[in-house]
C-alpha cells in the first residue's frame, strides 16, 4: 500500500513538532508509537532471521524454525531463498508483525565470529544476492525487512562499544557493499549497529546520511539496534529515523525539548517522520481510521501476537502446513555441504541391517543458535529422529551417545523433571512480592524463563521443579540471571549471592546471562525438589535459567561402546558439534575446535567401521583433525525444525546434498589470515583491507580445510569451456559462458563460479575475487552451458582521491570453476572506456 507524497505532508501538517518528535522513538520493546490524529497504529516488530519470535520469549508462543542464515547462504539459490523469505512473511502476518528484523548482512571476517550462523557468507557479492532474495520474499507479501546491522558489526567482543577502523576501500568495496544490494532491492528499514566506526558510533555517523540516504538513495526508515542510541542531540541530527526500545530512550520527551530550544532542526524531525510514516502506509498501519487497541487495526493483519506481560498464555500454534515443512526440509538438503566422500554416500538402504547412530547431537540437534534471533519451534526433527524415519520397517537402527560433549549444563527440560505442584512434566514459574508472597503461578515447559510475567509488586522469580533422575551420582545444578540469586535442593541451600552484570549488552542481560553452579548427590528413584531464586532490580533484567547436568559418564567406557555399536552395524553416522555457549550472539569464540571428546570419537567410530559418516552441526567453521579418516563429511549448519528429515534425505540419496560454503574453512586456526575479534584499547583494526576470507587466503598462499564455493554432490563434472567476449565496455554487466558435462552417472546441480583477477593493476586487488555464479542441472553426460552475469560493480573500486568508483580499462582475467581454490578455465577480456552518454 502506498501513500502519496502530498497525503504524508497533509498528515505531518496535522501534527505538532511535539508531537512529531515523539512519534521516533518505541512504545514498548518491540511495538512504534500510535498517533491517533493521523490514524496511525502501532508498526509491531519481531526477531529474525531464522523465525518469526513474536513479541515475548515464551517456549508456548511457537514459530516454524527454518536453518540458519549460513545454511542459507550455502543453498547458492536465490529463488529457493526468496520463497523461503516468502514463508517467514506469512509467519509474521499470522503474528500481528509489520516489521521483520531480518536480513543480517554483516560478514564472515574471522572464523572466530560467534554470531556467524546468523550472517551469510565471508564474501560481500554472495551476501548480498542471498540477502537481496530474502529481502524480496519477505516483502513481496507486505511485511517490511530490515538489513542489519550497519556496519561493520562482524564480531562480538566489546560490541556496543567498539571502534572499528577500517580503509575507505575496503568500506565502501567489502563492508557497505551488501546493505547497497538491500537498498536496491528496496529494503524497508535499516538497522544502526552498537558499533562505531572510525571513531563515531553508528546511531550518529555520517554514513547513515551518505552513502545511505544520499547517493543510494534510500528512503525507508534508519532504526537504531535496541538500546544503541545513547545520546539525544547528535544521534537526532545524524541520519538515525527511530530509536528503539521505547518508552525511555534517550529521544522522547528529551527530543521533543531538543525541538523546542532549537538544538535540532525541525526539518530534520520532519523527516524521519515522512519516512516513519511512508513504512506505516506501506505495511497498511496508517489511516486505519481508529485509535490503536480497539483491535480492529491487528484484525486486519491476521490477528495480535503475545505481548509481555499478558496474563493468559498465548494460544498453541496449529500444527505447521505440511507444504511450510516441505519447503523447511527441502532447504535443509538444499544447504548441507558434502565437504568429503569417499565413495560412502549416499547409502543405499537396501544394503543396510543396522545402522549406528552416534553421539549426543544426534538426538540433541542443535538446530539454531543462540541470541537475540532464538524461536520456540513446535517441533524439531533430530537427526535420529530422522533417520529411524528414513529406515522404519528396512534397517535397525542404534543409538549409542558416546561421551559428554564439553559445554555447561543445559537447562531444565520437561522431560527431566515435573511441576512440584501439578505433577505435570515441566517447572513451576512463580512470581513472589518482597514478602514472599506469591502473586501469580504457572507451570512452564523448561527451566529457561527469559520473560516471566511482570505484575505489579514483583519482586522476585521463582523457579521450581521436581527431579527424577535416571542417574546417579555428583550432579551439577545451576541457576543463572543477575542481582541476587539462590538454589535449594530438598530445603537445604546450595548456592546464594548477589551477581551483578558485567556488561549491559542486551544479549547477555536478556538472553544469555551466564549461570552459577553447584554439585550435589542425587539417587535413581529419588526425586529432589530444586528451587531456585532471582530478586529483580533496575538493569539486570528478568531472565531466569534452571539447569541440571548428570555426571558426565566415563569418556573410556562411552568411547569403547560407540566403537562396538559401529564395529557391529553395516555403517556408522557421528554427529558432532558446537554448544550453544560456543556460538552465540553477545560473544565471540576464542577456538574452532569440537573438543578433545568429540573428536574422540569420531576417531573411534571411523577406526571400527570405515564406512562412517561424519553429520557436522555448526554455524560456522570448526576443526575437523579427523576428516581424512571417516568415510564422509556432510555438513549440516544449524538446520532449523525439519533438520533431521532434510539430513535422512541427502544421507540415504533421495536428496543430492545441494550446498556450497559460503565461507572458507581453516584446517587450524593458526592458519586464518584474519582471526583477531578482540579490541585493544576500544579499537578494532581492519589492517587486512580487502582480504578478507577466500581474498585472505589467497594473498598469504595458505591453502584450508576447505575453499569458499567448495562442495560435492552425488555426481561429477568437466569444466569444459569458458566464453567470455573479447571486449567489455566499463560500466556494463560481463555475460560469461562456462560449459560443463556431467560425467558421473546421477543427474544433479553444479553451481559454476566465476572469479576475476587484474593483471596489472594500479591499486591494490586481492589475488583474484569471487564475482558471480549460475547454477545448472544436467542428466548423465550431458553437456549444459551456466551463463553467468559479473555484475559491472565487479570490476569497479572505489577511488578515495575523487571519492568516487572507476573501473580500471585494460586486460582484466576471468576464471571459473567449482570453488575459490579450482578454477580450472580462464580466459582474458579487454575493458574499454565508458560509452558517451
Excluded at 49 to 55: D, I, K, N, Q
Excluded at 143 to 167: F, I, M, P, Q
Excluded at 173 to 181: D, G, K
Excluded at 739 to 760: D, S
Aim: aromatic share 4%; proline share 8%; charged share 25%.
Amino acid at each position: 500500500m502506498g501513500t502519496s507524497d502530498e497525503e504524508i505532508d497533509r498528515l505531518l501538517g496535522k501534527l505538532t513538532p511535539r508531537a512529531r518528535a515523539l512519534l521516533l522513538d518505541g512504545a514498548t520493546t518491540w511495538r512504534t508509537r500510535a498517533e491517533p490524529a493521523v490514524g496511525l497504529r502501532e508498526l509491531v516488530m519481531s526477531d529474525g532471521p531464522a523465525g518469526v519470535r513474536g513479541e515475548a520469549w515464551d517456549e508456548r508462543d511457537t514459530s516454524v524454525l527454518l536453518p540458519s542464515a549460513s545454511a542459507l547462504a550455502a543453498t547458492w539459490d536465490e529463488p529457493l531463498v526468496e520463497s523461503l523469505g516468502g514463508l517467514l512473511a506469512a509467519e509474521a502476518r499470522r503474528k500481528g508483525v509489520d516489521v521483520l528484523l531480518a536480513p543480517t548482512l554483516n560478514l564472515h571476517r574471522s572464523p572466530l565470529g560467534g554470531r556467524h550462523f546468523e550472517c551469510f557468507s565471508e564474501d560481500p557479492e554472495l551476501t548480498g544476492r542471498i540477502g537481496a532474495a530474502l529481502v524480496r520474499g519477505v516483502q513481496a507479501h507486505g511485511v517490511a525487512a530490515t538489513a542489519k546491522h550497519y556496519v561493520a558489526n562482524d564480531s562480538e567482543t566489546d560490541r556496543l562499544t567498539v571502534d572499528v577502523r577500517v580503509g575507505e576501500r575496503a568500506l565502501r568495496e567489502v563492508y557497505l557493499a551488501p546493505f547497497e544490494a538491500a537498498v536496491a532491492a528496496g529494503v524497508r528499514l535499516v538497522m544502526a549497529g552498537y558499533n562505531a566506526v572510525d571513531g563515531t558510533t553508528m546511531t550518529a555517523s555520517d554514513l547513515l546520511t551518505d552513502p545511505l540516504k544520499g547517493e543510494w538513495g534510500f528512503d525507508g526508515v534508519v532504526v537504531s539496534d535496541w538500546g544503541a542510541v545513547r545520546s539525544t542531540v547528535d544521534t537526532a541530527c545524524a541520519g538515525l529515523d527511530l530509536a528503539m526500545p521505547g518508552p525511555d530512550s534517550p529521544w522522547g520527551e528529551a527530543l521533543a525539548r531538543a525541538v523546542a530550544d532549537g538544538v535540532v532542526p525541525e526539518a530534520a524531525v520532519d523527516d524521519k517522520v515522512r519516512r516513519l510514516l511512508r513504512l506505516a502506509a506501506w505495511v497498511g498501519a496508517l489511516g486505519v481510521g481508529e485509535a490503536p487497541g480497539s483491535g480492529g487495526a491487528r484484525e486486519a493483519r491476521g490477528g495480535d501476537g503475545p505481548r509481555a506481560g499478558d496474563p493468559h498464555p498465548p494460544a498453541p500454534r496449529p500444527t505447521v502446513a505440511p507444504e511450510d515443512r516441505a519447503l523447511a526440509r527441502g532447504a535443509v538438503a538444499a544447504g548441507s555441504v558434502l565437504l568429503a566422500n569417499r565413495g560412502v554416500l549416499p547409502l543405499d538402504p537396501g544394503g543396510l541391517r543396522t545402522v549406528a547412530v552416534i553421539g549426543a547431537h544426534a538426538t540433541g540437534t542443535r538446530t539454531q543458535g543462540g541470541g537475540s534471533a532464538g524461536v520456540f519451534p513446535r517441533e524439531e526433527v533430530s537427526v535420529l529422529d530422522g533417520i529411524r524415519d528414513a529406515l522404519r520397517g528396512r534397517a535397525r537402527v542404534v543409538h549409542v551417545p558416546g561421551p559428554r560433549p564439553d559445554g555447561p549444563a543445559p537447562p531444565l527440560d520437561h522431560d527431566a523433571c515435573t511441576d512440584p505442584r501439578s505433577g505435570l512434566p515441566g517447572v513451576l514459574l512463580r512470581m513472589l512480592d518482597a514478602d514472599g508472597r506469591e502473586l501469580y503461578a504457572e507451570r512452564r515447559r523448561g527451566g529457561r524463563l527469559l520473560e516471566p510475567r511482570l505484575v505489579p509488586g514483583a519482586h522476585t522469580v521463582e523457579i521450581s521443579a521436581r527431579l527424577r533422575p535416571r542417574t546417579a551420582g555428583r550432579w551439577t545444578l545451576g541457576v543463572a540471571g543477575f542481582g541476587r540469586m539462590s538454589l535449594a535442593l530438598d530445603g537445604r541451600p546450595l548456592l546464594a549471592g548477589d551477581f551483578p552484570p558485567p556488561t549491559d549488552d542486551p544479549a547477555v542481560v536478556h538472553v544469555n546471562p551466564p549461570a552459577q553452579y553447584a554439585e550435589a548427590d542425587l539417587a535413581v528413584g529419588q526425586d529432589a525438589l530444586l528451587v531456585a531464586r532471582r530478586e529483580l532490580a533496575p538493569g539486570t533484567g528478568r531472565a531466569t535459567v534452571v539447569s541440571a547436568a548428570p555426571p558426565a559418564p566415563d569418556v573410556a567406557a562411552s568411547l569403547a561402546e560407540a566403537a562396538r555399536a559401529a564395529a557391529a552395524a553395516d555403517a556408522a553416522i557421528v554427529v558432532v558439534g558446537t554448544t550453544e555457549h560456543g556460538e552465540c550472539e553477545g560473544y565471540d569464540r576464542t577456538a574452532l575446535t569440537l573438543g578433545s571428546t568429540q573428536d574422540a570419537l569420531v576417531r573411534a567410530v571411523a577406526a571400527a567401521r570405515p564406512r562412517t559418516v561424519a553429520v557436522v552441526n555448526s554455524g560456522g567453521p570448526v576443526e575437523l583433525p579427523w576428516r581424512d579418516a571417516v568415510g564422509a563429511v556432510l555438513l549440516a549448519w544449524f538446520p532449523g525444525q525439519e533438520g533431521g528429515g532434510g539430513l535422512a534425505d541427502v544421507l540415504f540419496g533421495h536428496t543430492e546434498p545441494g550446498g556450497r560454503l559460503p565461507t572458507t574453512w581453516p584446517a587450524v586456526l593458526a592458519d586464518a589470515p584474519v582471526t583477531r575479534t578482540r579490541p585493544a584499547d576500544g579499537r578494532l583494526p581492519y589492517d587486512e583491507g580487502l582480504h578478507i576470507g577466500h581474498r585472505g587466503w589467497l594473498r598469504h598462499g595458505r591453502t584450508p580445510a576447505y575453499w569458499f564455493g567448495h562442495g560435492l554432490g552425488y555426481t561429477a563434472w568437466a569444466y569444459e569451456e569458458l566464453t567470455v567476449p573479447p571486449e567489455a565496455r566499463a560500466g556494463d554487466d560481463l555475460t560469461v559462458r562456462v560449459r560443463v558435462r556431467n560425467t558421473g552417472g546421477r543427474a544433479g546441480r553444479e553451481v559454476v563460479q566465476v572469479y576475476l583477477a587484474r593483471l596489472e593493476s594500479a591499486v591494490e586487488r586481492p589475488v583474484r575475487w569471487f564475482a558471480g555464479y549460475a547454477a545448472v542441472r544436467a542428466r548423465p553426460g550431458q553437456t549444459v552451458t551456466a551463463t553467468v552475469r559479473v555484475p559491472a560493480r565487479a570490476l569497479r573500486h572505489w577511488c578515495v582521491e575523487t571519492g568516487a568508483w572507476r573501473t580500471e580499462e585494460g586486460r582484466w582475467r576471468v576464471l571459473a570453476g567449482r570453488s575459490a581454490g579450482e578454477v580450472p578455465l580462464v580466459a582474458e577480456v579487454e575493458v574499454i572506456g565508458p560509452g558517451p552518454g
